[in-house]
């Protein structure tokens, strides 16, 4: 089976006709477009709320640079984007 992400675009407009009522959004589903981080404000209010949730947690949890950081690297495979150093572009924030 054939991924959304292989479908020309043509394709993927036919697929949200007969198939709108799931809220499967389609026409945006493009290499390269999926996200896993928000912008950098909202990076900002979720390190905050990170740090004071520490607590909650049952065992150290990862540094904050090292959970974005990770993401990234996941977010830049799964847009394809993963080269020598797994980073693409982006740096990490925090």
Do not use: H
Request: no cysteine; charged share 35%.
């Amino acid at each position: 089976m054939r991924s959304v992400l292989q479908l020309t675009p043509a394709q993927r407009r036919e697929l949200f006709v007969f198939f709108a009522e799931t809220g499967d959004p389609y026409q945006t589903a493009v290499l390269g477009s999926f996200r896993l981080l928000p912008d950098s404000a909202r990076l900002d209010e979720l390190e905050r709320d990170y740090r004071e949730m520490r607590e909650m947690f049952f065992e150290e949890p990862p540094a904050w640079p090292v959970l974005v950081e990770r993401l990234r690297r996941l977010e830049d495979e799964i847009n394809g984007k993963t080269g020598a150093g797994g980073d693409g572009d982006r740096k990490a924030e925090g």
